[in-house]
Nanobody, 122 residues
C-alpha cells in the first residue's frame, strides 16, 4: 500500500525557515517525479515545486526562497523553505507524479500525503 507522510510543519515568524520532509513507502518512486503543493484557507491547492532526479521546477512565488531535494534510496523528499512570508501559510502536501514529467497540475499526481500545516506569523 502506497503511503506518503509529511512532517516538519509548524509556526514560524516571517523571515524564518522551515524544512518539510516527505517519506514515501509501499513502492519505489525513483522513476516518477515528486512534488509539493499547498492549500491556504479558502483557496485552491496550488503547485509549489517538483523534482525528478536533478531537474527541478518551482512556482514563481517561491523561486529563490524554497529548495526541493530528494533521496531516491531513502524514498524521501524535502522542501527547504527560507525567508518565509505570511502568504506562505498553508497546508503543504507531497505527492507522486504519474510520470517523470515535472507537472504543475493536480491531475498529474496520483498519490498524496495528508499534509502538514505551515503558519507564518507577520
Amino acid at each position: 500500500q502506497v503511503k506518503l507522510v509529511e512532517s516538519g510543519g509548524g509556526l514560524v515568524q516571517a523571515g524564518g525557515s522551515l524544512r518539510l520532509s516527505c517519506l514515501a513507502s509501499g513502492r519505489s518512486f525513483a522513476g516518477k517525479a515528486m512534488g509539493w503543493f499547498r492549500q491556504a484557507p479558502g483557496k485552491e491547492r496550488e503547485f509549489v515545486a517538483a523534482i525528478h532526479w536533478g531537474t527541478t521546477r518551482y512556482a514563481d512565488s517561491v523561486k529563490g526562497r524554497f529548495t526541493i531535494s530528494r533521496d531516491n534510496d531513502k524514498n524521501t523528499m524535502r522542501l527547504q523553505m527560507n525567508n518565509l512570508k505570511s502568504e506562505d501559510t498553508a497546508v503543504y502536501y507531497c505527492a507522486t507524479a504519474r510520470s517523470p514529467l515535472l507537472g504543475s497540475r493536480i491531475d498529474e499526481y496520483d498519490y498524496w500525503g495528508q499534509g502538514t500545516q505551515v503558519t507564518v506569523s507577520s
